[in-house]
């Protein structure tokens, strides 16, 4: 039987993105959103690493299975590295991704190329069913630009310049975002730990 890998999200261009990034695994992905009566966890952490440790665990605990959660925030210098942690939720509980750059937007209104330094960092957890837990961290440094360009990607991609620019992430092929992006580094980092967990449970 094919071992099995519980990638712990709900959202399928995270997965379909890990997936891409990490194309020749000798066991499955699965998004935990595949299990029947999964629900997501609160990501009430105050830091990125606790949200994607609790994320990881709760996963690992749920399916019985090694799973892999990641968090990832936009730091912005100009907003004190806001949003972080609430990216997701920048506008509101609810928020849409469309609402999240717009008050990005908003927030940066005035500001000069130089002062709309920002940086995507991902923390990746990869947790065994009996809470063994290990963590990586990937970081792409760049710009918030004045306004959306791009259709590729998601979330605050249209908003980041990589390396401070011209292009944005969401301008990006899938294939050059996944040699360059946070979630890249991180998964690339944890591969060889991941290889050994999902062998070993």
């Not at 039987?1 to 379909?16: E, W, Y």
């Not at 912005?76 to 937007?105: F, H, I, M, Q, T």
């Not at 809470?131 to 998601?154: C, D, M, N, P, Q």
């Amino acid at each position: 039987m094919q071992k099995i890998l519980v990638v712990a999200t709900f959202n399928p261009h995270k997965l379909g993105e890990i997936r891409a990034i990490l194309p020749a695994l000798p066991f499955a992905l699965k998004a935990l959103s595949e299990f029947s009566g999964a629900c997501p966890p609160d990501e009430d952490g105050a830091t990125l690493e606790e949200n994607a440790v609790k994320k990881a665990l709760a996963a690992a605990r749920f399916t019985g299975l090694c799973a892999l959660a990641d968090d990832t925030g936009l730091e912005v210098d100009a907003l004190d590295g806001g949003p972080g942690v609430w990216s997701a939720r920048y506008a509101g509980e609810k928020a849409s991704p469309a609402e999240n750059n717009a008050r990005l937007l908003s927030a940066l209104e005035g500001l000069p190329p130089e002062k709309r330094l920002a940086r995507f960092t991902c923390v990746m957890a990869l947790s065994s069913p009996s809470g063994v837990v290990k963590i990586s961290r990937g970081i792409l440094e760049g710009r918030i630009t004045g306004a959306t360009r791009g259709v590729k990607g998601f979330g605050y991609d249209p908003l980041f310049e990589v390396g401070g620019g011209p292009v944005t992430l969401a301008e990006f092929s899938e294939e050059e975002k996944n040699l360059v992006s946070h979630r890249a580094q991180a998964l690339k980092v944890l591969l060889p730990e991941l290889l050994r967990f999902v062998a070993s449970f």
